[in-house]
């Protein structure tokens, strides 16, 4: 009897670069949306002025010598009570629906997929937006961007501590940069902490694959430790001259790369400005995979 063959195994695949993972990463307020997103229905809600809060906000933290994202949480609440109005998770989320966005924004995700997808350079390369914001995850959720998110990071409250709700989670202008760490490392389940060395060649998203998008003052820590650290970084402004002067000093600072109008439509400045750095960064990834390449021997 002949003997049977045995069949050829398949030969191993051959490894992947695993560094081709690009970051958009966002503020909300004033980035995304025109207004803080509470002035939409919130303070209206329970019949604040957002004018009048925040300068009581800021009076009060200055006085309590607290900070201003706790305080503004607590006082909303606050004032809700007293006028006898009902605010849980569910209305919250409710609310993110009526959040006015700018120009563009909700097809902006698919506008910049296609176009990273028609460059030759993107094989294997994948696109994440992530949002860290001083803003509430309950209201995020319920915008119409929501889904287009890996993963948001935002203050939150804790519905069930207390009679009033509870902050769960407040993100400070400083805070923000832990996240970009967490996006860095990969590591963005919060349990998890991030203070563990990790060397630079074991991050999966190098911070020269990311682009933060900040409006203004409280963004400047974010931006300072993108650029720093080899990332990148856009000022966006409305159409008033102020806010536009803003970005310019941002600019003067070495705090961004570029500034535009918060116009998120193709073909605007801010979407050509975008393309650039992503041009950069996806023949910095071509670059860096070729040299891996060659030090695996392939």
């Known amino acids: 009897m002949a003997e049977r063959k045995k069949p050829k195994s398949a030969p191993a695949a051959a490894p992947a670069y695993p560094k081709k ?7 909300f307020d004033g980035t995304l949306s025109p207004k803080p997103m509470q002035e939409y229905t919130l303070l209206p809600k329970i019949g604040v002025e957002p004018e009048a809060f925040w300068a009581e906000t800021n009076k009060i933290a200055r006085e309590q010598e607290a900070d201003p994202l706790i305080t503004y949480m607590h006082l909303m609440y606050k004032k809700a009570k007293a006028a006898n109005i009902r605010i849980d998770r569910a209305d919250l989320v409710a609310q993110g629906a009526h959040v006015e966005l700018f120009p563009g924004v909700e097809a902006w995700f698919a506008e910049i997929a296609s176009y990273i997808g028609i460059r030759a350079e993107t094989h294997g390369v994948t696109l994440r937006h992530y949002m860290i914001s001083s803003g509430l995850t309950e209201i995020i959720e319920g915008t119409s961007i929501y889904p287009h ?5 935002a203050s939150e409250y ?5 009679d009033l709700p509870y902050p769960k989670r407040v993100i400070t202008d400083t805070g923000k940069t832990q996240y970009l760490f967490r996006i860095n490392k990969g590591v963005e389940d919060l349990g998890q902490t991030i203070n563990q060395h990790m060397p630079e060649a074991a991050r999966p998203v190098p911070f020269a694959n990311m682009i933060y998008y900040g409006d203004g003052d409280t963004d400047v820590p974010s931006m300072a430790v993108m650029r720093k650290s080899g990332g990148h970084a856009i000022a966006v402004h409305g159409p008033s001259e102020r806010q536009r002067e803003r970005c310019v000093d941002l600019f003067k600072a070495g705090r961004i790369d570029f500034f535009a109008e918060a116009d998120y ?12 750095l992503l041009d950069r ?5 071509r670059v860096q995979e070729e040299m891996w390449l060659m030090e695996q021997g392939l």
Do not use: E, N, P
């Open 281 to 285: 960064i996806l023949a910095d990834i």
């Open 21 to 27: 993972t690009i970051a958009l990463v966002y503020d």
């Open 265 to 276: 439509r193709r073909g605007s400045q801010l979407f050509s400005r975008t393309c650039l």
């Open 149 to 153: 998110f890996q993963k948001v990071f």
């Open 158 to 162: 804790w519905f069930d501590a207390y």
